[in-house]
């Protein structure tokens, strides 16, 4: 199974960031399943190109989209959760 490792990212740098800046990040305590990243990134990636949300309502709805599943195809439990940091509403046009 591959795992990535949780980042060490410091959040203060990040926030700094500008109006229509912004980084989607996992939570820095948990490993990631990549499978379970790919689905996540999916979801998110749907809702902001399909939907036209902005990127805080499409990872708050893949965060909920990816917990109702319960477990992976491999019974692996499904608690990986993304924050976006930066500028909520950054749009993809």
Same mark, same amino acid.
């Given at each position: 199974?591959?795992? &990535?490792?949780?980042? /060490?990212?410091?959040?203060?740098?990040?926030?700094?960031? *500008?109006? *229509?800046?912004?980084?989607?990040?996992?939570?820095?305590? #948990?490993?990631?399943? +990549? !499978?379970? &990243?790919?689905?996540? =990134?999916?979801?998110?990636?749907?809702?902001?190109?399909?939907?036209?949300?902005?990127?805080?309502? /499409?990872? @708050?709805?893949?965060? &909920? /989209?990816? +917990?109702? #599943? !319960? @477990?992976?195809?491999?019974?692996?439990?499904?608690?990986? #959760? =993304? @924050?976006?940091? !930066?500028?909520?509403?950054?749009?993809?046009?």
């Amino acid at each position: 199974m591959l795992q &990535a490792r949780p980042h /060490a990212i410091h959040f203060k740098r990040i926030q700094d960031f *500008g109006e *229509g800046q912004l980084v989607v990040l996992s939570n820095p305590s #948990q490993s990631v399943i +990549l !499978g379970h &990243a790919v689905a996540e =990134w999916a979801t998110m990636l749907d809702d902001m190109i399909l939907n036209r949300k902005n990127v805080n309502v /499409a990872v @708050t709805d893949a965060n &909920a /989209a990816l +917990l109702s #599943q !319960g @477990t992976d195809i491999q019974g692996q439990p499904i608690t990986e #959760q =993304w @924050t976006p940091v !930066g500028d909520p509403n950054v749009k993809i046009n």
